[in-house]
């Protein structure tokens, strides 16, 4: 299991040719998708979606690290490979967002009659949170982030 950390350590010491700045909203969304909907939403975690978005990610870092370690180890990765490491992102990509935000938006009306994660007024603090309207938004902030 690659620490999500570890990743944004890579980036900033120059391990990896990943800019921090792209590598901080992939680790990002992967977070809140794990943690923020398949975790707390077990509703989610069946749909064919989970599927999808698994494969995408799961090949995608295999492509990568196995491009990166042998880059590493040998001073040059194979043509095979390098012709994987920038021409497969443009199944992978597509079908990882499509699943990403299509997750959000199933988990939406478990999200609502739950209510998990919501902060409520009035409080000690003055303050709301409505996890609903921040996924809503999130499936909106998507596609132009992308």
């Known amino acids: ?13 120059g391990l990896v040719r990943s800019p921090v700045t792209a590598t901080l909203p992939q680790i990002g969304s992967r977070l809140f998708l794990t943690w923020g909907i398949l975790w707390s939403f077990p509703e989610t975690q069946s749909h064919i ?14 492509i990568r690290y196995s491009f990166f370690g042998l880059k590493e180890t040998l001073g040059f ?25 299509g997750l959000i938006y199933i988990a939406l009306p ?7 994660y919501f902060v409520k007024m009035p409080n000690k603090w003055n303050f709301s949170f409505d996890y609903f309207y921040t996924c809503a938004i999130a499936i909106g902030v998507y596609v132009p982030g992308t």
Do not use: D, N
């Open 110 to 116: 478990y999200i609502k009659v739950s209510e998990k």
């Open 1 to 13: 299991r690659a620490a999500w950390w570890a990743q944004i350590l890579h980036g900033l010491v």
């Open 49 to 62: 979606l989970v599927t999808s978005l698994v494969i995408s990610w799961s090949i995608t870092e295999i």
């Open 77 to 101: 990765a194979p043509s095979w490979l390098l012709w994987l490491r920038y021409s497969t992102f443009m199944i992978l990509y597509p079908t990882g967002i499509l699943s990403e935000v």
